[in-house]
């Protein structure tokens, strides 16, 4: 039996051998000490992929200090094998809310000048809480649509203050990981949990934006009747056009199978959605928060509750029984492994270029929301494409000048 480090341990190499793109870069900042000086504090899903990262950062001569970012993700054996490196880590699964804080506040207590978040709990944290540490922060890196959309609102009040990169939205981020990544992960999570067949079910996804997308591209392939509910008029034509039923969520709740929310509102499913579903429908969500499937109603509402299986309560009520997946969690997290190896390589090269281009740039910055450079986007896809071995076409010096032209015409 191996011990829950050696486990995490070989969990950490496995996904580094699989993640080339950030391998380089490391490299890199291992041979220039890029980061050396620099305290990072991180609040992110600790898991494999994760700890590649901050073996990363840590190989460029930062100190890292890290919790989670969500009370169900972490692996304890990986968060047990970085502490063993000596790596300050204060994640733990399963950990209550007060003790979630408790290990926010232990990073901060570290002093970074520069974070990471997914989420911004970090962020929201030191602005609440914690303002003292406001001048010597740099910047902020931010992981996830979620924590963007809540970073952008503060920006907006005034209240954000320092500068942070919407690490979510570069292209080779939300294009890969938002999309094949969720739609992969938390198809798996449902999959791997519940051991049911997706084939021929009426599987529900809340929100198409891109992790919608995703996910119902991918239950489509493994033979769903996909039905894609939506408040964009825009998006809800897309699905429509992209081959699935569009209704509203009162309406799928009656037929659907399989729900999955990941819209990053509240209320996307809610008691009078209870009260309308099939005996034995499965309620997943893939959203940041645990807001999307109100558990208060379900919960008030059930006769009896128990853990069916690993990972699946089961409520009884009204002569039904309903089943929700990881405590309505991000189910890729909660009941899985997160997104693909090879996809978190991408996201985590943009997260160590940023951090980086912070240190380099974020004196020089405002306050607010920046977007990933574009030529660090344009460097993790040609990396991607180099280790992947694909090559691809370049533009004479004859079509550069067409292109950038206006004269040409019929
Ligand atoms: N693994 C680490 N961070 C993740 C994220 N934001 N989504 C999915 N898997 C992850």
Sequence with gaps: MKS????GDLKIEWAREHMPVIGEIRKQFEKDKTLKGHTIGMALHVEAKTAVLVETLAAGGAKVAITGCNPLSTQDDVALALRKRGIQCYAKHGCSTEEYYRAIDAVLNYRPDVTIDDGADLIFRI???RKELIPEIIGACEETTTG???LKAM???GALKFPVIAVNDAKTKYLFDNRYGTGQSALDGIIRTTNLLIAGKNVVIAGYGWCGRGVAMRAKGHGANVIVTEVDSVKALEARMDGYRVMPMEESAKIGDIFLTTTGNIDIITKEHFKLMKSGAILANAGHFNVEINLNQLMEMATNIKE???????????GKKLYVLGKGRLVNLATGDGHPV?????????QALCVKYIIEHGGALENGVYNVPQEIDELVARLKLKF?????DEMSEEQKRYVSGWEHGT
């Design 4 to 7: 829950d480090a050696r486990q």
């Design 127 to 129: 602005h609440a809480d």
């Design 148 to 150: 963007v959309h809540r």
């Design 155 to 157: 920006h907006a009040d």
């Design 308 to 318: 069916i299986r690993t990972n699946i309560d089961e409520y009884v009520l009204e």
């Design 342 to 350: 090879e996809v978190m390589d991408m996201s985590f090269a943009n």
């Design 388 to 392: 992947m071995g694909v090559q691809i």
